[in-house]
């Protein structure tokens, strides 16, 4: 209203219609960026989200380490779609995501559930890919098979989290995102709320 009211005011002086510029006189609001902890999907729900994806199948083993590194660290879904083998420390028990959007690399300690999800994604057919893909998370092959025809994500990264809200079928606020940022932006409500 106040920028209406400002513009309005801008207006009359510029056309003659006041002699004044009376958008001067409309007094400015003082507000603090992030004062607030921001709405977003409750931490529950991405507890949910977890038990969607079904473990037996290759498939569900890969979409459940796709899930819950999202919510371990709340990184971007191409961050995820970008994380090689190599950037994989076993050893060191470290994995290595590369910045995205201006901003810094993150080496985060590979976590112990995060550490399990990944094995399992990996001996129920990922190494079975061909040689030339580096991607941690790569598509499930021709007809769901591990076998045959795994390749790069590309956007799938989306399409997996997006479908596990759906079979969720769960109530999110008028123009809540169901995709991966709604996972990042859950991690970082509930990093700001201290939890």
């Known amino acids: 209203m ?15 219609y006041t002699k004044t510029d009376l958008s ?5 609001i003082v507000t603090h960026r992030h004062s ?3 709405k977003g999907l409750p931490w529950h729900v991405v507890e949910q989200l977890l038990k969607v994806p079904n473990r037996h199948t290759f498939c569900g083993k890969r979409d459940y380490a796709i899930i819950l590194m999202l919510a371990r660290y709340g990184v971007r879904a191409i961050q995820l779609r ?3 083998l190599t ?15 201006g901003g810094k690399d993150v080496l985060a300690p590979l976590l112990p559930d995060v550490k399990q999800a990944l ?14 893909y580096t991607q941690v998370f790569l598509t499930s092959g021709t007809g769901g098979s591990s076998e045959v025809g795994q390749r790069p994500l590309e956007q799938s990264t989306w399409n997996i ?3 596990a809200f759906m079979k969720l079928n769960i109530e999110t606020a008028p123009g809540q995102k169901r995709g991966p940022h709604a996972i990042r932006h859950a991690y970082a409500t509930r990093l700001l709320a201290g939890r």
């Open 24 to 28: 001067v006189s409309v007094p400015m």
């Open 161 to 163: 989290v997006a479908k």
């Open 2 to 16: 106040i920028i209406v009211l400002r513009d309005f005011f801008r207006f009359t002086h510029f056309a003659g």
């Open 82 to 84: 970008d994380l090689r």
């Open 87 to 101: 950037d994989i420390d076993w050893k060191k028990k470290t994995v290595h995501f590369k910045a995205c959007k």
């Open 119 to 132: 094995y399992a994604y990996f001996k129920a057919g990922r190494m079975k890919a061909p040689k030339e």
């Open 36 to 38: 607030s902890v921001p």
